[in-house]
């Protein structure tokens, strides 16, 4: 930020203001971390303790509503059902058609931060053709799952009323519900016709070439048992050979197509395992303890970006002129589009006394930082007080 004007005294000084800011919050965010701990024991299904009571509806609702306010500190934004049903409806990016039971879970909730616009080549076609596909991507996804109490899932970690917390990273918008817990790989109709046609074709080859002789030697001998017709006929090794080649024949065409259908389900499966395994990043308690960390330094960051713009540059006296000039300092010096969350910004330097909203004769708001001295002396006091032991 050289073209902010702060000498190399107050450079130091911004330093040692930028410091206690971090430690005051963290201090904060530790006190939250506690909170979401205990609210989240009795739900942890990773728990290494024994459980004294059962959770409680009243459980849930303390750590839902928790959860909700640390990933708005932290920047999420909640996914809702119209959003979530549109991503659902767009073509998938990995080529997999994903089956949800929404029915095994009696709540569900999705949080997304960092939307944008990305391009990647994609192989289409079986890797004959690449192509350049643009799609939304997400930065961070954070997934909550309760399962129903009468949720029929086989896995023993998916009990009914378990609840599950993961986060996952490079997320594109179109293939998001391939982070829902116990999904059904399915086929898309191009898939179908690359089985089902071939296996059409090559039938009728079989049947024509390999099996219409053992065929027609079976209904000669059904129609003699049956009295449908009076012509015997003769089996003899040759005839018995017949059949049995035939009857292997349609076997292993059977046999091979069957082949074709699991090793293609397994494909699907293996490259969903394996987007998920590189877009996991955490998982149930240490979610949170992750979603914290974010949250602190958002709110520092956000804290010191409105200090020091306001210090540095005298003429940004009101809300609108320094969101503008935050986010152009953004975009020219980091080739960055964002929108600076002016008001959540002035909020916290308002509630840490380090700036003021005045209106002036006309009726305009106007902002006032307060020196650098000031501010570290501000707080340092309300770092002593933190612990402060009051007297007898």
């Known amino acids: 930020m050289k073209e902010g004007g702060f000498d190399d005294g107050q450079q130091q000084q911004f330093r040692e203001f930028c410091r ?58 909640k996914l809702t059902d119209a959003e979530l049903k549109s ?51 997400f930065d961070r996804v954070v997934v909550y799952v309760k399962f129903s109490p009468d949720s029929s899932s086989g896995r023993s970690e998916h009990k009914p009323g378990t609840t599950l917390l993961k986060l996952f990273q490079n997320v594109p918008k179109a293939d998001i519900e391939i982070l829902f817990p116990d999904t059904r790989v399915g086929m898309r109709t191009i898939d179908k016709l690359m089985i089902g046609v071939p296996a059409i074709v090559g039938g009728g080859i079989v049947l024509t070439t390999k099996v219409g002789a053992a065929l027609l030697l079976l209904m000669g001998l059904l129609g ?16 018995l050979i017949a059949i049995f080649a035939g009857l292997g024949a349609i076997g292993s065409f059977i046999w091979k197509q069957f082949m074709n259908f699991k090793n293609r389900k397994l494909k699907f499966m293996q490259t969903l395992t394996e987007n998920l395994y590189f877009k996991n990043l955490d998982n149930n308690a240490g979610v949170f303890h992750r979603l914290v960390d974010d949250a602190e330094e958002e709110e520092c960051k956000e804290a010191m970006l409105g200090y020091y713009f306001l210090l540095s540059r005298s003429e940004l006296s009101q809300v609108a002129n320094l969101d503008e000039a935050i986010e152009k300092w953004f975009r020219v010096s980091w080739d960055v589009d964002l929108d600076f969350e002016v008001e959540d910004a002035l909020a916290k330097l308002v509630e840490l006394g380090l700036v003021r909203r005045m209106t002036d004769a006309e009726g305009n708001e106007t902002l006032e930082a307060k020196s650098l001295d000031k501010g570290i002396e501000l707080l340092n006091v309300r770092w002593d007080d933190y612990f402060s032991v009051a007297p007898d």
């Open 20 to 77: 206690l800011l971090q430690s005051v919050y963290h201090f904060e965010y530790h006190h939250r971390l506690e909170s979401l701990k205990d609210a989240y024991a009795p739900l942890n299904p990773d728990r290494d303790t024994i459980r004294l009571a059962s959770p409680v509806e009243e459980d849930e609702m303390e750590f839902v509503g928790l959860l909700e306010s640390l990933l708005n500190r932290a920047n999420y934004e």
């Open 87 to 137: 991503a659902m409806e767009e073509a998938s990016l990995f080529q997999l058609r994903i089956h949800i039971d929404f029915e095994q879970f009696s709540e569900f909730l999705l949080f997304t931060r960092g939307e944008k616009t990305k391009t990647e080549r994609v192989s289409k076609y079986f890797g004959l053709i690449k192509t350049e596909q643009t799609f939304t991507n």
């Open 224 to 239: 003699y048992w049956l009295g449908m017709s009076s012509a015997p006929v003769a089996i003899d090794q040759a005839t």
